[in-house]
């Protein structure tokens, strides 16, 4: 099978997957990743390996842009704090832990081997994270450092894999040029990333037509992060540091028409590129195994997995409960600024350690030999460890974190009913002040001005409906579901007049598209 069938296998297999996940309601990478095992496990079944090239180079930086974009960035910056903590310090702490203890049950890998495993499987995976949390009302500020977290986690990782990878090599590691190589990969790699932002900024502004607009979206992220990876900086905090800037200034600066083609193509992208790399996780069992039973038992290697996928799950509240608290002992003004969170807030962010893509793809990545021609110790056995930490947490932790949430009663604690009434009411008020002000300041169409006066007091009726948020039924609220019926239909009869001149030929090919494009938007603004 070649490469194109295999890429269209994937995409088949995506699909296919999609409706159980839904069924079942699972986590759409959880649900991939099983259905990707148990169809590698049909006889005959084609071999598909993961390519490290693939996931680094064309896949890790659209699903990090698609992630940060959508980061707000005052949030960001009010949880630095406990976002560095865990991007920085846990991942650090994962990696030293992991690292002594592999080395410990197989003492014939070196250390620095056993550091490079530490760092593939320290961070958790932004994809996964953000499609597991994504289903449950978790308080907004968790979400944010958890997303937070996984969106930069992977660059101290990477880091941490090419400072071990370099000991290995070389026999010997410097804290002092370690500590400083890592603090210029990350301001650089943040700087090339800012950069790439703003010149696609500037670029925008030559673009007129919507499609080029989404076109330029879609290389941005590639943009970032290939020239940070060649000045040896970090990739993934470049396309990061892009994302989280244009998410912060381009919206306001796009058409109507480009957010709507955007947002449609960038959802089928995220969709699409989340099921491939999450089947071809499932699917790598075969890969991962072939060749370990000739060095290693069954019993030894289960044994081995279970362990580590223990520990690596367990080092996580061994690291966040003690540092939430001793932070604040230690800085006074921290305790008033910012209490600690409940304990059971604390348990959930414990929880949430799922690995991903990432890891496997490094694993898979390390080289098969040392630059002195040896080769690479128990480089097999580690791309297995990994696999093995991955399954365990997105299988073990991903299917309980619902559970979790719900017991430990961690959701969000303002009523989001009401919240979306108390904005959708203050946007209403500043659209309505802005036609005010406008009328003040010129002669208007008095027909117009009531017209459009008419559109906002309708909403703010139906955001102050007092009945109806106590009875659940209103005059007021009849009326606006019996206007929202009314106007379906008419929608509905004007898309099938359309369709009609279309089959009878009485229709303009150019006026077509830009007749059923106003009628799209006007139901998606009643659906909204």
């Known amino acids: 099978m070649g490469p194109v069938e295999k890429c269209l296998l994937l995409l088949a297999l995506t699909v296919a997957f999609t409706p159980v996940a839904q069924r079942l309601r699972l986590a759409e990478p959880i649900a991939f990743v099983l259905g990707g095992l148990l169809v590698s496990l049909i006889p005959g079944f084609p071999l598909v390996q993961l390519d490290p090239d693939l996931i680094f180079l064309l896949i890790l930086p659209p699903l990090l842009f698609a992630q940060a974009f959508f980061t707000p960035w005052r949030a960001f910056c009010a949880n630095l704090r406990p976002i560095v903590l865990l991007a920085v310090g846990l991942v650090l702490f994962t990696a030293v832990g992991v690292a002594l203890f592999v080395h410990w049950l197989v003492p014939a890998i070196p250390l620095a081997a056993t550091f490079a495993l530490g760092a593939i499987v320290s961070p958790p995976d932004a994809v996964a994270v953000a499609a597991v949390a994504r289903q449950l009302q978790l308080p907004r500020r968790l979400v944010t450092v958890l997303e937070g977290e996984s969106l930069v986690n992977d660059a101290t990782g990477l880091v941490i894999l090419r400072f071990a990878l370099a000991a290995l090599a070389a026999g010997s590691f410097s804290l002092p040029l370690a500590t400083v190589s890592f603090v210029q990969v990350v301001v650089g790699g943040v700087a090339v990333g800012l950069a790439v932002g703003w010149l696609m900024l500037q670029v925008r502004r030559l673009l007129i037509e919507d499609a080029w607009q989404v076109t330029l ?34 919206p306001a600066r796009l058409t109507f028409s480009a957010r709507l083609l955007g947002s449609a193509t960038w959802r089928m992208v995220d969709s699409l590129l989340t099921g491939v790399v999450f089947v071809l996780i499932g699917l790598q069992l075969r890969v991962v195994v072939s060749g370990l039973e000739a060095d290693y038992s069954w019993k030894q290697l289960l044994g081995w997995a279970v362990g580590l ?65 040896t080769a690479f110790p128990g480089r097999e056995l580690l791309i297995f460890l990994t696999f ?42 500043a659209g309505l002040t802005a036609v005010d002000q406008l009328v003040e300041s010129g002669r208007f169409n008095e027909r117009a001005v009531r017209a459009v006066r ?24 009849e009326h606006s579901l019996a206007w929202h019926r009314l106007r379906h239909a008419a929608l509905d009869a004007e898309r099938e007049e359309l369709q009609r001149l279309r089959n009878l030929d009485r229709l303009a090919a150019e006026l077509g598209p830009v007749l059923i494009r106003e009628l799209d938007l006007e139901e998606a603004r009643l659906r909204h």
């Not at 040896?232 to 892009?242: E, I, K, R, Y």
């Not at 008419?454 to 609220?477: C, F, H, K, N, V």
């Open 388 to 429: 093995a930490v991955i399954l365990a947490t997105l299988v073990v932790q991903g299917l309980s974190f619902p559970w979790i949430v719900r017991r430990l009663g961690v959701r969000e604690r303002i009523n989001r009913g009401e919240h979306e009434r108390e904005v959708r009411l203050a946007l209403a008020r």
């Open 217 to 250: 979206s879609l290389l941005t992220p590639f943009a970032a992060y290939l020239p940070a990876e060649r000045l040896h900086l970090s990739g993934v905090l470049a396309v990061v540091a892009c994302g989280i800037y244009l998410g912060t200034t381009l």
């Open 454 to 477: 008419d559109i906002y007091d309708e909403r703010i009726l139906e955001a102050t409906d007092e009945m109806a948020l106590a009875l659940g039924w209103s005059p007021q609220m």
């Open 309 to 373: 996928s223990v520990l690596v799950i367990g080092l996580r509240p061994l690291w966040i409960f003690p540092v939430t608290h001793v932070q604040r002992w230690v800085i006074p003004g921290l305790r008033k600024r910012d209490p600690a969170p409940r304990w059971q807030e604390i348990a959930v962010m414990s929880w949430a350690g799922v690995r991903g893509v990432v890891s496997l793809a490094a694993a898979l990545a390390l080289p098969r030999t040392l630059p002195d021609g």
